[in-house]
């Protein structure tokens, strides 16, 4: 006998694969293996048995009939034939070999090919059809596809994360009374083995009778939260691939009706040549001259049973061909290249859930005729929604509170901060450190503050850097008086979130972004109307003028920083109504000159023009009239002279020149009586007024990095001086009155052309060697009792 097993190749497949057969394809792979072991078994019967048994006809050739052996029929069948008479008795007079001879020569000539070959055409039709049925998971182009969907499914159904998904969100978006309570709780202390068991049955309770309370679910460790998220990335890596083509879809048509082409031509065939199977067959050769017979009457020994075969197999095929009608059927009836999860939306809750289209939706078409449950737990990992709570999860795992606590640390005001930076989202945990009095955000995106938010009772600062942030409204009226300082740096000031001009308790509000082209030069901000406690405003951007909506906060605003990245500001009127402004900022801004609209603000304290084009500073004169300025920072700017009308700034107490092209200073700034800082360093200064001796007041004077080449004795008259910053000049001795500045306490002379130093550095009792910024060898060359003094605790 020939096993059937020697044809398992045809049709051998992953036992995986069989979510991708419908019944219709389980149903035609049982009624192959059936004709096949027709086919088979009859192969067997021709090998190993006679094919056909053949005895002379001794009728004389002129009386013999079409029909020789008619005779030898049964009494019954002759008398139905025409009651031919019985001949019996007679001797042939044949040897062994000649009716071997007569045998092979009759079945080769005289019997219908049909009979001849039926069961080898079995085997062939079967193992065509054998063929087209798994051909898909055979070709390169289209098994790689299943495999790789077979795999994530696989992964998607049996993980943890899909149960206690779908758990979560079914216990969130229905309501009802509280029977499934203990089913729910079972599922959870089965442990991931028997998760994907635990949720098949979960979800065919009827809606009424799930539980209003999120149920009890499985715990994920770490290891099973990375999992997910690596199923996540794989799952939209293979939707994007797969939805590109539909060559599964066509492939499975394409088989489909080369089947239906088959079936009808193998049973339009057999139909027609079945009746040629017959018992007796007549066999007339032309071997009269070898055996001395030219009339054989023949009989095929195994045409009965091919005949009850040929009818078994004929009645299989037609149960086969109706399987491949009804799979046309099916294939055509509907589009089944888009699957919409509009029920597994509306039952999980899960709103997000794509639809999908071409292969992605054809498989799981085939995969809904499986089993449905497997399309459902597939949608958890297409749903934004989960994955951004499995990121939450792995988060809270990642960034437990203990963790949270050794990242705190005091900032530059004082406040216990927490910074957080380039995380996948925002931890649960943190609102958790109820001592947390600063939060800094940077480079999260998407993030949602949760209920949780209100834990942080001692919340005042508040950093969002590159963070994009939705805050519900029960949250803002939480953070609406208690919220003092708010740090917002986007890509474009548009998206600033809108709760955010809300909070009337902010006192300082800083912004970073900038204006789209088209809304630069009109700098629309939101309105500021609600920010009633405002005391500080920083606006870093691109903006042509000042937005007119600062003016909403000009009663209580004190401090104003505009910086413009080197965007020119053409527009400053809105500056004169800031009535109450004690500092101000314009960084970068672009100006050639000081703006006019300052001098109006008689309450100005402070003024900072760092980084502009400014050449001449002529206005300096006009502020006499900003009555109470104290501090005037020009540096990083290119200013080459300062005007004589400076002795104006009687009240000036610091006053920034460094980083210009200054190459003189006026005699007239010892006028300025009022100056304790005065910064000119990083010019080209060569030489220093007398006049600065008059400036009885100072006690910070910076002149690093000019080209000083000797101090005006004067100098040293300044008393007060404290710090004294000479560092990379040209000078080459240090005059002994330095000696005389009792209250030094920072000396830099480094990167000069000095030789020795002055033992009367020894009389600055304040001075100590890390306030002496030397070399090491000038340091040295000071006599031993100086360095001992330099040296005291």
């Keep these: 006998m020939i096993p059937v097993a020697e044809f398992k190749q045809f049709t051998e497949q992953q036992p995986a694969f069989k979510v991708l057969k419908p019944w219709w394809d389980v149903l035609a792979e049982y009624l192959t293996v059936a004709m096949l072991m027709i086919g088979v078994f009859g192969c067997t019967l021709q090998v190993t048995q006679d094919k056909i048994i053949c005895l002379p006809s001794h009728e004389l050739r002129e009386n013999l009939s079409e029909a020789p052996c008619q005779q030898l029929l049964p009494r019954?069948?002759?008398?139905?034939?025409?009651?031919?008479?019985?001949?019996?008795?007679?001797?042939?007079?044949?040897?062994?070999?000649q009716y071997s001879f007569i045998n092979q020569l009759c079945y080769e000539t005289a019997l219908h090919w049909y009979a001849k070959y039926f069961p080898y055409l079995v085997v062939i039709h079967t193992l065509i059809f054998m063929v087209c049925t798994s051909f898909w998971f055979k070709f390169p182009?289209?098994?790689?596809?299943?495999?790789?969907?077979?795999?994530?499914?696989?992964?998607?159904?049996?993980?943890?994360?899909?149960?206690?998904?779908?758990?979560?969100?079914?216990?969130?978006?229905h309501k009802g009374p509280t029977t499934g309570r203990a089913t729910a709780t079972a599922e959870a202390s089965a442990g991931p083995g028997?998760?994907?068991?635990?949720?098949?049955?979960?979800?065919?309770?009827?809606?009424?009778?799930?539980?209003?309370?999120?149920?009890?679910?499985?715990?994920?460790?770490?290891?099973?939260?990375?999992?997910?998220?690596?199923?996540?990335?794989?799952?939209?890596?293979?939707?994007?691939?797969?939805?590109e083509g539909d060559i599964l879809y066509t492939m499975y048509i394409r088989q489909t009706v080369l089947k239906v082409c088959k079936f009808f031509a193998i049973l339009v065939y057999n139909l027609v040549y079945v009746e040629k199977i017959s018992f007796l067959v007549a066999c007339r050769v032309e071997t009269s001259e070898v055996t001395g017979y030219a009339s054989f009457c023949c009989n095929h020994t195994k045409a009965h049973l091919f005949s009850k075969l040929a009818f078994c197999y004929i009645s299989f095929v037609c149960v086969y061909g109706l399987t491949c009608l009804y799979t046309l059927f099916w294939l055509f009836h509907r589009p089944l290249k888009e699957y919409s999860f509009r029920s597994v939306r509306e039952e999980t809750g899960m709103g997000d859930i794509p639809d999908v289209k071409n292969d992605f939706a054809f498989m799981l078409h085939l995969i809904d005729q499986y089993d449905s449950l497997y399309s459902k737990r597939f949608a958890v990992f297409l749903s934004e929604v989960s994955e951004s709570r499995l990121k939450q999860l792995n988060l809270n795992h990642e960034w437990t509170p203990e963790k949270l606590r050794q990242k705190l640390q005091r900032n530059a005001r004082g406040r216990l901060e927490l910074a957080l930076c380039m995380l996948p989202g925002l931890p649960d945990t943190v609102f958790e450190l109820g001592e947390v009095e600063a939060l800094r955000l940077e480079a999260i995106c998407d993030i949602t503050f949760p209920p949780g938010l209100s834990?942080?009772?001692?919340?005042?600062?508040?950093?969002?850097?590159?963070?994009?942030?939705?805050?519900?409204?029960?949250?803002?009226?939480?953070?609406?008086?208690?919220?003092?300082?708010?740090?917002?740096?986007?890509?474009?000031?548009?998206?600033?979130?809108?709760?955010?001009?809300?909070?009337?308790?902010?006192?300082?509000?800083?912004?970073?972004?900038?204006?789209?082209?088209?809304?630069?030069?009109?700098?629309t901000l939101e309105s500021l109307r609600e920010l009633k406690q405002l005391k500080v405003l920083s606006l870093r951007s691109n903006a042509s003028k000042v937005p007119a909506s600062v003016t909403d906060v000009a009663g209580h605003l004190q401090r104003l920083s505009l910086h413009n990245d080197g965007a020119r500001l053409l527009a400053l009127n809105s500056l004169k109504k800031l009535a109450a402004l004690r500092e101000l900022e314009l960084l970068a801004c672009g100006l050639e000159r000081i703006p006019h609209a300052v001098f109006s603000l008689g309450a100005l304290q402070e003024l900072d023009l760092k980084d502009n084009h400014l050449r001449s500073i002529e206005e300096i004169l006009s502020f006499q009239h900003c009555r109470k300025l104290l501090t005037l920072r020009l540096w990083h700017n290119q200013i080459?002279?300062?005007?004589?009308?400076?002795?104006?700034?009687?009240?000036?107490?610091?006053?920034?020149?460094?980083?210009?092209?200054?190459?003189?200073?006026?005699?007239?700034?010892?006028?300025?009586?009022?100056?304790?800082?005065?910064?000119?360093?990083?010019?080209?200064?060569?030489?220093?007024?007398?006049?600065?001796?008059?400036?009885?007041?100072?006690?910070?004077?910076?002149?690093?990095?000019?080209?000083?080449?000797?101090?005006?004795?004067?100098?040293?008259?300044?008393?007060?001086?404290?710090?004294?910053?000479?560092?990379?000049?040209?000078?080459?001795?240090?005059?002994?009155q330095v000696g005389?500045?009792?209250?030094?306490?920072?000396?830099?002379?480094?990167?000069?052309?000095?030789?020795?130093?002055?033992?009367e550095l020894g009389n600055c009792v304040g001075l100590k060697k890390v306030g002496l910024l030397v070399e090491d060898t000038l340091y040295e060359g000071l006599p031993a009792e100086v360095r001992e003094k330099l040296e005291e605790e």
């Design 76 to 97: 019954g069948v002759s008398e139905q034939m025409g009651g031919l008479r019985e001949v019996s008795g007679l001797k042939n007079n044949l040897d062994l070999q």
């Design 455 to 523: 834990q942080l009772v001692n919340l005042q600062e508040l950093s969002l850097l590159h963070s994009p942030a939705r805050l519900p409204f029960s949250l803002q009226v939480f953070l609406r008086d208690r919220l003092k300082v708010l740090r917002v740096k986007c890509e474009e000031l548009r998206e600033v979130p809108l709760w955010v001009f809300g909070l009337r308790g902010l006192e300082e509000l800083h912004l970073e972004g900038l204006f789209p082209p088209e809304l630069a030069r009109a700098a």
């Design 640 to 736: 080459a002279y300062v005007p004589e009308h400076v002795r104006k700034l009687r009240g000036l107490e610091q006053l920034y020149l460094s980083h210009n092209k200054l190459e003189t200073l006026p005699s007239q700034l010892g006028m300025c009586s009022g100056l304790r800082l005065l910064d000119i360093s990083h010019n080209g200064l060569r030489s220093l007024p007398p006049e600065l001796g008059l400036l009885q007041n100072l006690q910070h004077l910076a002149l690093s990095y000019n080209a000083l080449e000797a101090l005006p004795d004067e100098l040293f008259f300044c008393r007060k001086l404290r710090t004294l910053l000479l560092g990379y000049n040209h000078l080459s001795q240090l005059s002994p």
């Design 141 to 173: 182009g289209t098994s790689s596809k299943i495999e790789h969907f077979i795999s994530i499914l696989g992964k998607c159904f049996d993980s943890p994360w899909t149960t206690r998904a779908l758990s979560e969100v079914s216990g969130e978006n």
């Design 194 to 243: 028997k998760a994907g068991e635990g949720e098949k049955e979960k979800v065919l309770v009827e809606p009424e009778k799930v539980v209003t309370e999120p149920p009890a679910v499985t715990l994920l460790d770490k290891k099973e939260g990375e999992q997910a998220k690596a199923l996540f990335e794989k799952v939209k890596k293979f939707r994007v691939h797969v939805e």
């Design 740 to 759: 005389t500045l009792r209250a030094l306490s920072r000396l830099e002379l480094k990167g000069n052309r000095l030789e020795a130093l002055p033992e």
